[in-house]
């Protein structure tokens, strides 16, 4: 019996943690989303939810030089990784607490599943997943 594995495809982009620079990862997660069956508003939230998810990095990492991003494209589904590399992030409760708590809730609700933590060491971890309209 052979498993068929699905088709993923993987773009990887690292950003300065500057406000300047979340336009580009903007305009690349843009790109990425309209290769999938978004309606332009899904592309338009998932491009709100990264530069929401970016600002929440440069406003609560002082000491983070770069921000990662991994976006997997599947069939039915674009999953986005946005990281910072900070060592001084604080520990927040998974984002419910503090100055990033608007801009997780706004990403919450413009995404179907959304993971959130900070670490004291080891920075900021979202994941996020838009789903293509009508896939399970």
């Given at each position: 019996?052979?498993?068929?594995?699905?088709?993923?495809?993987?773009?990887?982009?690292?950003?300065?943690?500057?406000?300047?620079?979340?336009?580009?990862?903007?305009?690349?997660?843009?790109?990425?989303?309209?290769?999938?069956?978004?309606?332009?508003?899904?592309?338009?939230?998932?491009?709100?939810?990264?530069a929401?998810?970016?600002?929440?990095?440069?406003?609560?990492?002082?000491?983070?030089k770069?921000?990662?991003?991994?976006?997997e494209?599947?069939?039915?589904?674009?999953?986005?990784?946005?990281?910072?590399?900070?060592?001084?992030?604080?520990?927040?409760?998974?984002?419910?607490?503090?100055?990033?708590?608007?801009?997780?809730?706004?990403?919450?609700?413009?995404?179907d599943?959304?993971?959130?933590?900070?670490?004291?060491?080891?920075?900021?971890?979202?994941?996020?997943?838009?789903r293509?309209?009508?896939?399970?």
């Open positions: 019996m052979t498993v068929q594995q699905e088709s993923v495809n993987v773009v990887e982009l690292r950003i300065p943690c500057k406000p300047e620079f979340v336009s580009v990862a903007r305009l690349a997660v843009a790109g990425i989303a309209n290769r999938l069956h978004f309606t332009v508003e899904e592309i338009e939230d998932v491009k709100l939810a990264v929401e998810a970016c600002t929440n990095c440069i406003q609560r990492s002082p000491d983070a770069e921000i990662a991003l991994t976006c494209m599947l069939p039915e589904e674009l999953r986005i990784v946005v990281r910072d590399n900070s060592s001084l992030g604080s520990n927040d409760e998974a984002g419910e607490s503090g100055s990033g708590s608007l801009g997780v809730f706004l990403i919450r609700s413009l995404m599943d959304v993971e959130y933590r900070r670490g004291e060491h080891d920075g900021m971890f979202l994941r996020m997943v838009k293509v309209a009508g896939t399970s």
